[in-house]
C-alpha cells in the first residue's frame, strides 16, 4: 500500500532559526514528490515540485531534497519568520497514476515562537 | 485576478439535508478534485473530473455527488446518505498531460459543520 510519512507530527521553534521537515514514502513506482504549505484554515499552497531526477529545488527560503533510492525527502526552512507557521504536507504521485495516483501525508505542524 | 473560489467558507446544516458547496476556477484547467480534510489525517480524494461531463469516483465517494457541466465549475453535494459530513473540504483543480497530474492549486476551503 502506498504510504507516506512525516515527522515530526509538530514542530516549536524560535523566529530566526532554520529547521527541517522529513518525509518518507513506500509510493511506487514513483513520478513526483510535492510540498505544500497551509496555513489554518486554508487551502494548500504548492511550494516546491521534485521529479525522481531532481535531488533539490528551491523556493527562497525553503529548500527541498529528494533522495529516490531511500525514499526520503526534507524541506529544510531557513531563517524562520512568524508567517512560516503553518502545516507542511508532503505528497507523492505514482508514475501513471491519475489523480488517485497522490498519496498525501498527514503534515507537520510547524509553529513559530517570537 | 486568476485562481480557484469555494464558496461559503462556513456553512451549518442539520442532519438528514442535502447541501451543495460551490468551485469555481478561471485558470482554464482542465481538471478539478474534491477533498475532504479530518484533524490530524491527510487530504483525501472524494471526486475528480478530467473533462467536463465526466468524473470519477475517489476513495470516498460514498454519501458525495458531484457535476461537472461546465469547465469552471465542480460543485460537490453532501448528501443525507454521508455518515460523517462534518469536515473541512477543499477543492483544487490542475492541468492533465496525459495521466500525468500537474500542479494542484487549491481553493481556500468550506468548513461544513453538521449537527
Known amino acids: 500500500k502506498n504510504q507516506v510519512e512525516q515527522s515530526p507530527q509538530s514542530l516549536i521553534i524560535l523566529e530566526g532559526k532554520n529547521c527541517t521537515l522529513q518525509?518518507?514514502?513506500?509510493?511506487?513506482?514513483?513520478?513526483?514528490l510535492r510540498w505544500y504549505k497551509q496555513d489554518t484554515g486554508r487551502g494548500p499552497v504548492s511550494l516546491t515540485i521534485m521529479t525522481f531526477s531532481e535531488n533539490t529545488k528551491s523556493n527562497g527560503r525553503y529548500t527541498a531534497t529528494l533522495d529516490a533510492d531511500t525514499k526520503q525527502s526534507s524541506l529544510h526552512i531557513t531563517a524562520s519568520q512568524l508567517s512560516d507557521s503553518a502545516s507542511y504536507i508532503c505528497?507523492?504521485?505514482?508514475?501513471?497514476?491519475?489523480?488517485?495516483?497522490?498519496?498525501f501525508g498527514k503534515g507537520t505542524h510547524l509553529i513559530i515562537q517570537p | 485576478d486568476g485562481g480557484i473560489t469555494q464558496s461559503p467558507k462556513y456553512l451549518f446544516r442539520k442532519e438528514g439535508q442535502n447541501v451543495t458547496l460551490s468551485c469555481e476556477q478561471n485558470?482554464?484547467?482542465?481538471?478539478m478534485y474534491w477533498y475532504r480534510q479530518d484533524p490530524g489525517q491527510g487530504l483525501r480524494l472524494i471526486y475528480y473530473s478530467q473533462i467536463v461531463n465526466d468524473f470519477q469516483k475517489g476513495d470516498i465517494a460514498e454519501g458525495y455527488s458531484v457535476s461537472r457541466e461546465k469547465k469552471e465549475s465542480f460543485p460537490l453535494t453532501v448528501t443525507s446518505a454521508q455518515k460523517n459530513p462534518t469536515a473541512f473540504y477543499l477543492c483544487?483543480?490542475?492541468?492533465?498531460?496525459?495521466?500525468?497530474?500537474?500542479?494542484?492549486?487549491f481553493g481556500p476551503g468550506t468548513r461544513l459543520t453538521v449537527t
Open positions: 518525509c518518507n514514502y513506500t509510493v511506487s513506482p514513483f513520478s513526483n
Open positions: 483544487a483543480s490542475s492541468i492533465v498531460g496525459g495521466s500525468r497530474i500537474g500542479e494542484q492549486y
Open positions: 505528497v507523492v504521485s505514482v508514475s501513471g497514476g491519475g489523480a488517485d495516483g497522490l498519496t
Open positions: 485558470l482554464n484547467h482542465d481538471a
